[in-house]
């Protein structure tokens, strides 16, 4: 049986960081111009036991990508799935290890390529160590890719029982949580949490003022802050992160952002 380390892993990769290929077809115009027209379904598994495998699909229809949770249970024949043996050798793989390689199902190889270019540009991004010099648009995609990453990682630790996370979670009344760069929206992410539940969402929280925003003045600050580069309490007191917010509500949500940051590394 897995342990609880390889199930929350596995989880942060299924429903945190792969879920971000749908952005990464999107929003790099290279790869958005390899999908017009194309209709197509993906797949990345990975078996539990004899029986059972945690899984997340991708539907592309006239080139616009939607991303569900779990197998892919549909009619049509899916044309590239990445199957994994077991949650162990998924996480070694997602971790840069490539002698765990996965059984590649092909039906349309021309398809599983596109497929692949955009898994291996988000494996390109999500390793970049330092922010990039004189291209916003690059960095502000990678804010974009890690604000989603750990919205939606802290979410499902929750949803799994992480002692840590759910113990917050059932003690916190109705609180939204929010992550943005300052004059760009479009950069922004959100984790809704009540009473034990979580979810977590992409662009601003509408429905009322956040309890608590991680702010970042530009997207170069934020990730100082998010690869490890900067020094926080420099960068609070020059206004390059600004906490709306008590204080104290954002060391906890520090600690579980590096708590997803540790399970992805």
Not at 12 to 30: N, W
Not at 58 to 81: M, R
Not at 171 to 197: F, I, L, N
Request: charged share 25%.
């Amino acid at each position: 049986m897995a342990s609880n380390e390889t199930r929350y892993t596995n989880k942060v990769f299924m429903a945190g960081a792969l879920p971000l290929l749908k952005t990464i077809a999107t929003d790099v115009p290279e790869l958005k111009k390899k999908f017009e027209g194309v209709n197509a379904i993906y797949q990345v598994s990975a078996k539990v036991n004899a029986e059972d495998k945690e899984a997340v699909h991708f539907i592309v229809e006239n080139g616009e990508w939607s991303v569900k949770l779990g197998e892919y249970l549909g009619q049509s024949k899916i044309d590239g799935e990445l199957a994994f043996s077991s949650m162990e050798k998924m996480n070694a793989f997602m971790k840069g290890d490539m002698s765990k390689l996965p059984k590649m199902k092909i039906k349309s190889f021309g398809k599983f390529m596109k497929f692949m270019m955009v898994l291996l540009k988000m494996s390109s991004l999500l390793n970049i160590k330092t922010p990039p010099e004189n291209d916003e648009a690059l960095s502000l995609l990678l804010c974009k890719l890690y604000f989603y990453l750990l919205s939606s990682g802290i979410s499902q630790l929750n949803k799994m029982g992480h002692p840590a996370v759910h113990d917050w979670a059932l003690k916190s009344p109705d609180r939204c949580y929010q992550w943005a760069v300052e004059g760009h929206p479009e950069c922004t992410a959100y984790m809704r949490v009540k009473a034990g539940k979580t979810r977590a969402g992409r662009g601003e929280y509408k429905r009322s003022k956040p309890f608590f925003c991680m702010k970042f003045d530009c997207a170069t600050s934020a990730l100082k802050i998010l690869l490890g580069t900067g020094d926080m309490f420099q960068m609070t007191a020059n206004s390059q992160l600004i906490m709306e917010g008590a204080p104290e509500f954002g060391v906890q949500i520090g600690d579980f952002m590096m708590m997803v940051g540790d399970l992805a590394k």
